[in-house]
């Protein structure tokens, strides 16, 4: 199975298990996630939703089962995973833009460094990212000088540099001021219609309803229920389910 | 005070040799304790075994004893040689190794302080883009680590001016042992040159408590 057609997922999970000490995050996961789909993965806190997507660029090593990404299985370690790595790309909660680097150069390094990108091209790649997310005019500056969607934009800009195979995304808007997270939720929109396969943990059901395929919800490690996002957000088929769009509803 | 302006060229020498060993060991060591804690975060444990001995042992041995050893047990014993005829050549490196060997491991313990300090997530994000460890560590970690640490290492270098002086354990003309030698020559005058040598200490070392303190201002990461 090297097959990398079209038709074949990009990602595949196999019975993934996963603890942290005796704490079993991840039980048994099924699911693939084909090429171009826009996969929102939904549910309690605890649930193991971060898990899941960091297991995918293996930030976390699984106990069993296994994980394929465009028909390999995920190395281990090495240079062989950095490579892996370079092809998914992953926006974090709290943006983790390099500090000590420009916005810029947050942008330009891993073209430089990972793919040896000569750095005029890489420079004139980056400015077209970063126009693209509409922060063109900070390239100069520092992350800290920035606000939390700005900073947030330019983490996908520094994903999208890579031009990564798919782009996970941990709960990308919750540390941001409310004013900032429909910025985000455009930029990732806008990613979404150009056909980028995404995986995104958020409860913004707006974006959801927007861009998502298809709504995975997640609960105590397992794959509760998944579905259409009209289907699962009007008509939940768990009482699970139902229970939390019930509690996020009313909020 | 005649003497001491009397025995300026030689003092001065003197000091010139204790800039000397603090530049030329302040150097190595900065590069052996960078080495030392990339060693021991690196994810292999035969690096980061090697890296904690190596450092609990150091850190703990008097200097004393670390140079008497150089001098002894390298130059004497195992007669490892800089020169073959300049006795004051041997003993500046064989002094400089030991004074370098002990400084890296504190170089280490405070860089790897300085490595607390980054974020997990700046390494997290180095590793989703495809970076891998040694280059996390070199383009991300060390240098954020650096700006952290930069009072301490100023700390670290006023020290080592003043651990020089143990080199005149093994005959290095630095600033204590002229000093011990001038006392010698000028019985009546002991507090004056004891004031000059200690003045000529305070000089070099209170500058760069300053610079330190105004560079760390400077370079600090704003997260
Ligand atoms: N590195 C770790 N060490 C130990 N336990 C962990 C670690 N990371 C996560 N956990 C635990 O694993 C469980 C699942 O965590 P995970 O972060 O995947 O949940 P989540 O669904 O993303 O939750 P949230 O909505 O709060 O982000 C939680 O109970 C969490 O405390
Ligand atoms: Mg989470």
């Known amino acids: 199975m090297t097959e990398t057609s079209g038709s074949a997922p990009l990602v595949n999970l196999a019975a993934v298990n996963k603890h942290f000490g005796d704490l079993h995050v991840l039980k048994d996961i099924d699911l693939s996630v084909a090429r171009g789909e826009v996969v929102v993965v939904i549910g309690p806190s605890g649930g193991g939703k971060s898990t899941l997507c960091r297991v995918i660029n293996r930030l976390e090593t699984i106990d069993s089962g296994t994980i394929t990404f465009d028909g390999r299985q995920l190395p ?111 930029v990732m929109v806008g990613l979404a219609r150009d056909g980028m396969t995404m995986m995104v943990v958020t409860h913004e059901m707006g974006f959801a309803r927007r861009a998502a395929h298809r709504v995975v919800f997640m609960a105590d490690g397992q794959i509760v229920e998944q579905g259409a996002p009209a289907d699962f957000f009007t008509r939940p088929s768990t009482e699970r389910a139902r229970d939390f769009l019930s509690k996020i509803l009313t909020h | 005070m005649e003497a001491v302006v009397e025995e300026l060229p030689v003092i001065l020498q003197a000091f ?60 004497t014993v195992m007669n490892v040689q800089f020169s073959a005829d300049d006795l004051s050549i041997n003993s ?63 700390s670290l270098l006023i020290a080592l001016i003043k651990n020089t002086t143990v080199a005149a354990a093994i005959g290095v003309a630095e600033a204590a042992l002229r000093m011990k030698n001038l006392f010698d020559a000028h019985g009546d005058a002991v507090i004056p040159i004891f004031l000059g040598f200690a003045a000529g200490f305070v000089v070099l070392t209170l500058p760069v408590g300053l610079l330190f303190g105004r560079l760390a201002r400077r370079m600090a990461v704003t997260r």
Request: hydrophobic share 50%; proline share 6%.
């Open chain 1, 76 to 186: 281990a370690e090495g240079k062989a995973l950095a490579n892996l790595r370079s092809e998914v790309g992953m926006v974090f909660q709290s943006f983790n833009l390099f500090s000590h680097k420009t916005i810029l150069e947050n942008v330009t390094l891993g073209p430089i460094r990972v793919r040896g990108v000569p750095r005029q091209q890489a420079e004139q790649r980056g400015m077209e990212l970063l126009e693209r997310v509409g922060i063109a005019s900070q390239a100069a500056k520092y992350p800290a000088q920035l606000s939390g969607g700005q900073q947030q934009r330019t983490a996908i800009a520094r994903a999208l540099a890579m031009d990564p195979k798919m782009i996970l995304f941990d709960e990308p808007t919750s540390a941001l001021d409310p004013e900032m997270v429909q910025e985000v939720l455009d």
């Open chain 2, 92 to 154: 500046f490196w064989l002094s400089t190794i030991g004074l370098s060997a002990y400084t890296a491991a504190f170089v280490c313990e405070v860089l790897r302080a300085g490595i607390n300090t980054v974020p997990l997530g700046q390494a997290e994000a180095a590793r989703s883009i495809g970076l891998t460890f040694p280059q996390t560590l070199r383009l991300i970690i060390l240098p954020q680590a650096f700006r952290a640490v930069i009072a301490p290492f100023g």
């Open chain 2, 16 to 75: 010139w040799l204790t800039v000397k060993l603090t530049v030329v060991s302040g150097v190595i060591s900065l590069v052996w304790g960078t080495v030392l804690a990339a060693m021991r975060v690196s994810p292999l444990p035969v690096l980061r075994g090697a890296g904690t001995v190596y450092v609990n042992i150091l850190r703990n041995t008097p200097l004393t004893l670390i140079i008497v050893f150089c001098g002894l047990g390298l130059g």
